[in-house]
DNA sequence: TTGAAAGCGCTAACAC
DNA sequence: GTGTTAGCGCTTTCAA
């Protein structure tokens, strides 16, 4: 551009990369402005990124974007990006895009960076040995090839749950899991089967379900009809879960939250969606992927990136309420 | 690499770019393949575009990922950007991504051509003028700054669902619209009150909200306790709608179906996590991304595109049934 | 304060 | 069949 529109080419690079300090005079660094205004000058990216050897460009892995709580946690890492000049590309791991078995090749860039979920963790395999920087989401706080770690405080979540139910006066427990073998869920099963362990009199009973509305009606339906004693509280490991155990308590003639109680976990749309809405554990989505993308950037900037843990909060609504009777 | 691994430079790009045809020999193409896998070659993304003038990137324009809708329509792109060894990235209008005003920049890539919903329409002022290869989702189809457009049959679907409410025998019918001026929206209303109006003694009133549960919620309020004899049906703009009118219906102490029946459209998650499931207006996201990437592959290859129109379909579930009495 | 020149890694035209 | 070469548009010394 600049050779045609005014004066000269270095000095281009340094108006628009605003760094003329004390290099360029301001009246040429006007006319240089004026110029690019005036032509809609796009410096070409490919080219800087080429020059640079880096793109500005961090890779997010997550497994589908279609459940809205990934949708969050882009949005947030999309956000902070942005502010910092930098880009987000999508690696939606296997369900969601087929057959883009390669995470550098599925985002046609080459990547500085990648900040990666811990459920998609099929994808992080390829993602690894790409010697990259990476940052973990809600993942293993002892996960090692991390540069850092953003964590939720989901032990402290499930408990606050936990404690909403046996406060109310609960005390046959049946934990409505999700079927996915990772740190997040693991650590919501322990966190329960500690909070109802400490409480004399008061049991577990647990089933697993993958994380549809339906699979959830229907593993409700086993912890509700299971022999026994039927269960007061039914804690869900998702909305969608408990979404799907509200259904099915309804099918068998419980009223919710009369008969039976019920919490989920993430605070999406659902929750307050269905009737009654849901009591459930408000994870800060976006405050995860933005807090990912701080890391990620300040890993690349050689800061010190600490690991960073957010809190979460329980969301009383009207799905819970003290046991029958 | 090359020059390392094996014999040559250009012959890498040869054979990695399968233009070998008989240009070079077997054993050296085996032989470059082998160094590559040895050395995990990655070619350099930044320099192809560079050279070629083209980045193989198209950019998608929606408003808000988080809406489970356009995740899906991201997905079915993606997809077939895959298979095509295209990328996608994602230019979530306004209130998503805060400040990256220019799409251009928000995506840290060039660009070869531009998807975009007409829900977006903010932001394409932004994008037209770019010059790239436009393809419209879900838009007039006398678009004219479309190189192509993607329709679905919104029209039809909105016959559907007053058709299967007007089969019932409702007369008294309420459009809970959304508060949204957009093509697909105004075709939803004409197509309503086209298909009430060719009903004697049917009569149509209509209430508009914002698209989120609560606002939809209070709009079937209105729409239920409006001075005259009560609506037997509320037609919802979206599943999200439908979901706020079943309970606005349920806080007025209404049943659905029994008492009063909800129709919405998308069809979402949310329609079958919701207790009656919404009968409601299945939209193909994931084809309409897909169609909308392969119409713009087809535009940049210089093939003609033609514009596509994609069925829905009405899904009866629990949320209708015949009018009371 | 500004310009000239090199080179990032790749592809395509052309020479051998 | 294979190597040489030029050049995509940018940033960054280095000279002027």
Not at 3 to 30: C, F, M, P, Y
Not at 89 to 105: I, Q, W
Not at 149 to 169: C, F, P, S, Y
Request: glycine fraction near 10%.
């Amino acid at each position: 551009m600049a050779r045609v529109a005014g004066v000269s080419q270095a000095t281009v690079s340094l108006v628009l990369g605003d760094k003329w300090a004390g290099r360029v005079s301001e009246r040429t660094a006007a006319a240089v402005r004026a110029a690019a205004r005036e032509l809609g000058y796009r410096p070409n990216l490919a080219a800087r990124s080429l020059r640079l050897g880096r793109t500005r460009t961090a890779l997010l892995v997550v497994p589908a974007l279609t459940t809205e709580f990934f949708a969050r946690v882009y949005t947030g890492a999309a956000r902070v990006a942005a502010e910092g000049g930098f880009g987000v590309v999508l690696y939606p791991s296997p369900e969601g895009v087929g057959p883009a078995r390669d995470p550098f090749d599925s985002a046609r860039a080459s990547l500085d960076g990648v900040i990666a979920s811990s459920m998609a963790a099929d994808a992080l395999a390829a993602v690894r040995g790409g010697g990259l920087p990476l940052v973990m989401l809600d993942s293993s706080p002892d996960e090692t090839a991390a540069a850092a770690t953003v964590n939720l405080d989901i032990a402290d979540g499930m408990r606050q749950a936990a404690g909403h139910l046996l406060g109310l006066g609960h005390r046959r427990i049946a934990h409505v899991a999700a079927a996915v073998d990772t740190w997040t869920f693991r650590v919501r099963a322990r966190a329960l089967a500690a909070a109802v362990g400490a409480v004399p009199g008061a049991s577990l009973h647990t089933e697993t379900a993958p994380l549809t509305v339906d699979e959830g009606r229907r593993a409700a339906e086993r912890a509700l009809t299971h022999p026994g004693p039927r269960p007061t509280a039914l804690v869900c490991d998702d909305d969608i879960l408990a979404a799907g155990a509200c259904k099915a308590a309804r099918r068998l003639g419980l009223r919710v939250p009369d008969d039976v109680s019920v919490t989920g976990f993430d605070d999406l749309a659902l929750a307050t969606a269905v009737d009654p809405e849901l009591t459930t554990v408000r994870l800060p989505a976006e405050a995860v992927g933005a807090a990912g993308m701080r890391a990620l950037m300040a890993v690349l900037a050689d800061e010190p990136a600490r690991d960073t843990s957010l809190p979460v909060e329980l969301v009383p609504r009207g799905s819970t309420g003290p046991p029958p009777r």
